[in-house]
Nanobody
Framework: VQLMESGGGLVQPGGSLTLSCAASGFGFSGAAMSWARQAPGKGFEWVSAIYGDGTIYYADSIKGRFTISRDNAKNMVYLQMNNLKFEDTAVYYC???????????RGQGTPVTVSS
């Protein structure tokens, strides 16, 4: 199993970023995939999930600002993040399943810093 996130960076409040996750080594098209995050000094927080059939779930904290999508042909998952806020600062992880996963089902993460 391999999950590789990319696309993080420094952005001003109100800005946008799109995160990408390249997945391999498991049956991607049938798997639920999630994005989770860990803010500095805090625990993991589940952000969003997308199932193989396209069903989508969002955490209340990001609903209306973030959009999850997937491309089963490319084994990719995306997280479009708009109207970013200071509190969105975190390392963002791609995970297998609906949740924040475990070390075995999470990538290495990509950092997002929202700062003026």
């Amino acid at each position: 199993v391999q999950l590789m996130e990319s696309g993080g960076g420094l952005v001003q409040p109100g800005g946008s970023l799109t995160l990408s996750c390249a997945a391999s080594g498991f049956g991607f098209s049938g798997a639920a995939m999630s994005w989770a995050r860990q803010a500095p000094g805090k625990g993991f927080e589940w952000v969003s999930a997308i199932y193989g059939d396209g069903t989508i779930y969002y955490a209340d904290s990001i609903k209306g600002r973030f959009t999850i999508s997937r491309d089963n042909a490319k084994n990719m998952v995306y997280l479009q993040m708009n109207n970013l806020k200071f509190e969105d600062t975190a390392v963002y992880y791609c995970t297998i399943g609906h949740g924040y996963g475990t070390a075995a089902t999470r990538g290495q993460g990509t950092p997002v810093t929202v700062s003026s």
